[in-house]
């Protein structure tokens, strides 16, 4: 029996790596159909696709460009994988990325037996855009979290919690950065503690005693502080997150300080795929109107270059570009 449990899981393993990884690259293709109009005894071609309720149409000009159409193909193979691929996940009775949590739950569960998510703490990053997807329908549109990071207030004014004995209870080893600052890791996954960056000059890491870690500090982190957003993962179990406002904002500054080509496009999807969800909710637009209004004037004008930026890098995302730089 544990012969063929094995194997069910690795094929279950398979199935949904080959499923992020085809959602992942039809996140960066076009969608639609490509149609034509005769227009004063010319012909003139466009994009045609849906969204939501409106069938919108993008002109592409007098001929289809052949990387368009090659992209089209593309995402039409992709989409009679992902079936497939659907398909042998339905026999195998495992839900598509059911299991995105359990790398982390433990983690989880571990810290808030201790009463740490009653301060000033947050998981933020990747993991917090995940559960973004998991409890407010952002767009499920998988990624790589293999870091784990968690942003703590300055100064850290709770309880004495030695986070580093936690988690060496439970598998995880003690590693340290060139500069002194410590993270934990195991096989797959790397936990990092960070703390806002008080000044530019002052870059070195953060001892906080009460924790017993060394922290990396991070410039914008204060950010992701304002207005967080408490999450039940399962009974008992609940953690902070940033509000998705604060957690926008914040990309927009970030993803321009990045040199990773790939590392930008993760955060300009994240952007984009958060954005389509602050959009039509007005509690959520105003948080973000509200948020805004607290940054120092340099970090306004950040935010705007990185709608502009954005366009450029992603023009597929054009219409929630256009929303975002109206709003903001």
Not at 45 to 59: A, D, G, S
Request: aromatic content about 8%; hydrophobic content about 40%; proline content about 5%.
């Amino acid at each position: 029996m544990s012969i063929l449990k094995n194997v069910l899981d690795e094929n279950a393993s398979y199935y949904q790596k080959e499923r992020r990884e085809i959602i992942s690259r039809l996140a960066c293709l076009p969608k639609g159909t490509i149609k034509s109009k005769m227009i004063s005894g010319h012909r003139y071609f466009y994009l045609q696709y849906r969204k939501e309720n409106k069938v919108i149409q993008k002109y592409l000009g007098k001929t289809v460009p052949e990387k368009i159409r090659k992209e089209l193909k593309e995402r039409k193979q992709l989409e009679k994988e992902l079936k497939e691929v659907d398909e042998s996940l339905a026999l195998l009775r495992v839900r598509p990325d059911a299991e995105f949590l359990k790398p982390v739950r433990g983690i989880i569960k571990t810290l808030n037996q201790s009463g740490l998510w009653e301060e000033s703490i947050e998981l933020i990053g990747s993991w917090a855009f995940r559960l973004y997807q998991e409890h407010y329908g952002v767009s499920p549109f998988p990624l790589r979290t293999d870091d784990l990071d968690f942003a703590i207030a300055l100064p850290y004014k709770g309880k004495e919690i030695k986070v580093s004995d936690l988690l060496k209870e439970i598998g995880f080893r003690e590693g340290f950065y060139p500069d002194g600052s410590i993270y934990f890791y195991q096989p797959g996954l790397r936990i990092d503690f960070l703390v806002p960056e008080k000044g530019r000059e002052e870059i070195h890491p953060i001892k906080i005693k009460k924790l017993s870690i060394v922290a990396q500090p991070v410039r914008f982190l204060e950010i992701l502080f304002k207005e967080p957003a408490e999450i039940k993962i399962s009974k008992g179990v609940k953690i902070k997150i940033p509000s998705m406002a604060s957690f926008l904002l914040h990309k927009l500054i970030v993803f321009q300080r990045r040199r990773n080509e790939d590392k930008v496009l993760k955060d300009l999807k994240q952007i984009a795929a958060v954005a389509k969800r602050v959009v039509p909710d007005r509690r959520e637009r105003l948080r973000l109107g509200k948020l805004l209004d607290t940054l120092p004037k340099g970090w306004k004008k950040k935010v705007r270059r990185g709608i502009e930026v954005a366009e450029k890098k992603l023009p597929l995302e054009e219409e929630t570009w256009a929303i975002l730089r109206k709003m903001l």
